[in-house]
C-alpha cells in the first residue's frame, strides 16, 4: 500500500512519497524521515497469512509487486516461567527472531527492502551491516535475484560472512570499523545507483520492522506485556517496534502500549547517555562488546528510538559483556533458545532493569531475541565450559560425568 507521506524528524518538514526515497534534503543524513499512514483509509484484518505480509495493509509494498518466497516473520512467542521466576518477575516471554530464515530480526527489514528496491526497478540492492542485515539482505536478495552488494566489517563474525558468500552477495569486507563500512556503502550507493538497504537512511526499511511490533500486540492481546525489551544499536529496531505497537493500539487491537526497554551494550551506550541526558543530543562513543550487532558507536536513528522510548513511559539501560555473555547459556537452559549475545542483551537488561527498581516484580515482559546464537558461536563459546575430551573407553565416560557433578556440586 502507498503511505500517506514521509516527515522528517529534525525540521517537520513533509515530503510527497516518491519525491525522496532517503533523507530530507534540507537536513541532510541526519534528516531521518518518518513514514506516516492515513490510518482511516487503512483496511487491515487478520488473515490466515503467517508472516509479515498479513500487514500489507500498513507496509510501503505494492500488491502486484513480486516478494521473497522465504516466510519472514510470525515467528512463535515462548512463555519462560522458570526464568521469570531467577529474575523475580510475574511473568516473561520470548519473542524467537531467531526462526526467520535467516536467523535473525533483520529479515523483516529486508523482505520490504529487496521487495521495494525490486519494484521501484533497482537491479542491486546494497547495505552497510555488522553482520545480520548483512545475512538478511543477501538471502532476500537471493530469492529476488538482485544482486547484493554487502560492506561488512572485516572483524564480523565467521558464521554471518559464510552466509553472505552462500546467497551470493558480492562482500566487500572492510578494514575498519562499522561506522567506516557504513560511510563507505553511503559514498558507493551515491556513486553507483544502488538501492540504499540502510534502514539508517531508508524509513521504509524501519516500516518492516515494525511488524514485530504488530505481531507482539496481535500474539499478546489477550494479556499486553508491561515491558518490551529490545537491543538497541543503531536505533530502528526499538523505533520500528515501537511504532508498530502504537498502531496496533490505533486499530483498536490492543488498548495500551507496553514501556520500551531499550538495552545497549556498557561499551557502545550513546543512545543511553542521551536518554540520561535528558536530550536529543548524540555524542558518538566507541563501540567495545561482544554483542557485535550493536557495536554502533555512531547511531543513525537515534532519534527515532529515544522518541520511541519515552512517548512509551519507557527507558534504556546499559549492560556488561560480561553480564550479556552470562545470560547466553542462562536463557538456553532455562527456555530451550539459543540466542546469539545481542539478542541475550535485551534480557541482560530486563536483569539490571529489574535490579534497579525499574521493573516491578508485578510487571510482565516480553523480551525480542532478535538472533539465533548460530550467528555468533564464537561469542557463545566464551560463555561456556570447554567440552571435555576422553579416550574412546567406557570407564573414561563415567570418570568424566563423575568430574563433571563434582565440579557442579
Not at 193 to 219: D, M, S
Request: with cysteine; hydrophobic share 45%.
Amino acid at each position: 500500500m502507498t503511505p500517506a507521506r514521509l516527515r522528517c524528524v529534525l525540521c517537520g518538514t513533509v515530503h510527497a512519497v516518491g519525491e525522496v526515497e532517503t533523507t530530507c534534503p534540507r537536513c541532510g543524513d541526519a534528516g531521518i524521515l518518518d513514514v506516516e499512514w492515513d490510518y482511516d483509509a487503512v483496511r487491515w484484518a487478520p488473515s490466515d497469512e503467517r508472516s509479515i505480509w498479513r500487514y500489507g495493509a500498513l507496509l510501503p509494498v505494492e500488491p502486484g509487486w513480486r516478494r521473497p518466497r522465504a516466510a519472514v516473520g510470525w515467528t512463535p512467542v515462548y512463555s519462560a516461567p522458570e526464568l521469570a521466576r531467577s529474575l523475580d518477575l510475574r511473568a516473561l516471554s520470548i519473542k524467537d527472531d531467531g526462526r526467520n530464515p535467516t536467523a535473525s530480526f533483520k529479515d523483516r527489514a529486508s523482505a520490504v527492502g529487496a521487495t521495494r528496491g525490486l519494484g521501484l526497478g533497482a537491479g542491486t540492492i546494497a547495505c552497510a551491516s555488522t553482520g545480520n542485515a548483512a545475512s538478511s539482505l543477501a538471502g532476500m536478495a537471493a530469492d529476488l535475484g538482485l544482486e547484493a552488494v554487502i560492506f561488512v566489517p572485516a572483524s564480523a563474525p565467521e558464521a554471518k560472512v559464510a552466509q553472505l558468500a552462500v546467497f551470493g552477495a558480492r562482500v566487500l569486507l572492510v578494514e575498519g570499523s562499522y561506522a567506516e563500512a557504513y560511510e563507505l556503502c553511503q559514498q558507493a550507493v551515491a556513486a553507483f545507483g544502488f538501492y540504499n538497504r540502510n534502514c539508517a537512511v531508508n524509513p521504509y526499511l524501519v516500516e518492516g520492522k515494525k511488524t514485530c511490533g504488530l505481531e507482539i500486540a496481535e500474539q499478546t492481546k489477550a494479556r499486553v506485556p508491561d515491558v518490551v525489551a529490545v537491543a538497541v544499536g543503531d536505533g530502528c529496531t526499538i523505533a520500528g517496534i515501537g511504532k508498530g505497537l502504537s498502531e496496533m493500539k490505533r486499530l483498536g487491537v490492543v488498548d495500551r502500549v507496553p514501556r520500551l526497554l531499550g538495552v545497549q551494550a556498557a561499551g557502545a551506550r550513546p543512545i543511553v547517555d542521551a536518554f540520561e541526558r535528558g536530550d536529543e543530543r548524540l555524542v558518538p562513543g566507541p563501540a567495545d562488546t561482544i554483542a557485535d550487532s550493536i557495536a554502533v558507536g555512531h547511531p543513525r536513528n537515534a532519534v527515532k528510538a529515544l522518541r520511541a522510548v519515552r512517548t512509551s513511559g519507557g527507558a534504556f539501560v546499559a549492560v556488561t559483556d560480561d553480564a550479556i555473555s552470562a545470560m547466553v547459556p542462562r536463557l538456553a537452559r532455562t527456555t530451550g533458545v539459543f540466542a546469539e549475545p545481542t539478542a541475550a542483551a535485551a534480557l541482560a537488561g530486563v536483569e539490571a532493569a529489574r535490579r534497579s527498581g525499574w521493573i516491578g516484580s508485578r510487571d510482565e515482559v516480553l523480551a525480542v531475541v532478535t538472533g539465533s546464537g548460530l550467528k555468533d558461536v564464537r561469542g557463545a563459546m566464551r560463555a561456556v565450559a570447554k567440552p571435555t575430551r576422553i579416550a574412546p573407553r567406557l570407564e573414561a565416560v563415567g570418570e568424566a560425568l563423575e568430574r563433571a557433578r563434582e565440579m557442579t556440586g
